[in-house]
């Protein structure tokens, strides 16, 4: 059961934009602890989108950016196409136990 | 361009032990500062953080699954690996190995992934 709450599922048409919400806890996210973003299309391995809350690796479009603020983090689409249909899951890292690194629940986004 | 590439046993009993290779080309698994995790996707749910490995062979463990994985490196094959024991259907999944780029940041490079079945 993940520590990380994202919404099952979110969708717009093409050119909109859309967010998704990643909320943690204060040993996660609000302990500081870097947020990351991934985009997983169907049959495929998750891709790296975001790193370091709002780092974008070379190849990802300036459409996708990222940002934290307390115990929670947001990815947002803008401009939304069609092949950005697919599962998107933020990750980070929780210190309670021994530590550990947890993924979101997911959100499927949907372009309508 | 760093590749990993999972391998091993599609298909695995409930009660034995469940092991998988990663290979990695491209790259030396013994660059400083870069880790070496397993991720796995049971079909249609989310990610779970399985546990990581530096190449001096320091290791971490999701807590949840602490009791029976065992990660090891192969730093002359360039290769790491993972062992769970004890699987049940619940183990049934898609794993995948990633490169990370510390113990507590993000995955990079990812391998394409590996189904494994756990059934009798």
Known sequence: QSVLTQPPSVSGAPGQRVTISCTGSSSNIGAGYDVHWYQQLPGTAPKLLIYGNSNRPSGVPDRFSGSKSGTSASLAITGLQAEDEADYYCQSYDSSLSGFNVFGTGTKVTVL | ?120
């Not at chain 2, 091993?8 to 990663?22: A, D, I, M, N, R």
């Not at chain 2, 397993?38 to 989310?46: L, S, V, Y």
């Not at chain 2, 990660?71 to 990633?98: E, G, P, R």
Request: hydrophobic letters at 30%.
């Open chain 2, 1 to 120: 361009q760093l590749q990993l590439q999972e391998s091993g046993p599609g298909l695995v009993k409930p009660s034995e032990t469940l092991s998988l290779t990663c290979t990695v080309s491209g790259g030396s698994i013994s660059s400083s500062s870069y880790y070496w995790g397993w991720i796995r996707q049971p079909p249609g749910k989310g990610l779970e953080w399985i546990g990581s490995i530096y190449y001096s062979g320091s290791t971490y463990y999701n807590p949840s699954l602490k009791s029976r994985v065992t990660i090891s490196v192969d730093t002359s094959k360039n290769q790491f690996s993972l062992k769970l024991s004890s699987v049940t259907a619940a183990d049934t999944a898609v794993y995948y190995c990633a490169r990370q780029i510390n113990w507590d940041l993000n995955f990079d490079y990812w391998g394409q992934g590996t189904l494994v079945t756990v059934s009798s």
